[in-house]
């Protein structure tokens, strides 16, 4: 569910809660200088950027080209739709832990929450060959988390 409210851009965002007069502006609370949408949230606010520069990946400009993004050597890419839902989701989650609890995540803990829930993930995968190519993913998210 999360997957489609964020791609088809109806997460409670400020721009679509602007947009629907519950909230007075459509700035982004944890850089205040852009519009809240979600391609803000997940690939442009400075937030997102330092998440994912600590992968070493770049974040496309457009949310629908997030799955053409080039992935390590090694890794299986038919893994990447679920490492890149779980990047996507505890961005979003960290977004919200500073509107609602006002605490402030950095880039690091924003990863080591990806890889905590990654490794419940990987047991989601029914055969040997997927979750072993999940695993190979969360030990690489492992090594850039420890940088």
């Known amino acids: 569910i999360f997957g489609w409210l964020l791609f088809r851009d109806r997460l409670n965002t400020k721009v679509n809660?602007?947009?629907?007069?519950?909230?007075?502006?459509?700035?982004?609370?944890?850089?205040?200088?852009?519009?809240?949408?979600?391609?803000?949230?997940?690939?442009?606010?400075?937030?997102?950027?330092?998440?994912?520069?600590?992968l070493d990946f770049h974040s496309?400009?457009?949310?629908?080209?997030?799955?053409?993004?080039?992935?390590?050597?090694?890794?299986?890419?038919?893994?990447w739709p679920t490492v890149a839902l779980a990047i996507l989701w505890k961005l979003w989650?960290?977004?919200?832990?500073q509107v609602f609890c006002s605490e402030t995540h950095s880039a690091q803990d924003t990863m080591r929450n990806v890889i905590s829930d990654l490794t419940l993930w990987v047991l989601r995968f029914k055969d040997h060959?997927?979750?072993?190519?999940?695993?190979?993913?969360?030990?690489?998210?492992?090594?850039?988390?420890?940088?």
Do not use: F
């Not at 519950?22 to 200088?33: E, F, K, T, V």
């Not at 496309?60 to 893994?79: A, C, E, K, Y």
């Not at 989650?93 to 832990?97: E, P, T, V, Y």
């Open 60 to 79: 496309p400009s457009n949310i629908d080209l997030l799955w053409d993004i080039v992935t390590p050597d090694g890794l299986d890419i038919n893994i």
């Open 129 to 147: 060959v997927s979750r072993e190519a999940a695993m190979s993913w969360r030990l690489y998210l492992s090594s850039h988390y420890n940088l």
């Open 93 to 97: 989650d960290s977004h919200n832990a």
């Open 17 to 54: 809660l602007h947009h629907k007069t519950i909230a007075d502006n459509s700035c982004c609370l944890r850089c205040d200088h852009h519009l809240e949408d979600a391609a803000h949230l997940a690939l442009t606010c400075p937030r997102a950027v330092q998440v994912w520069r600590l």
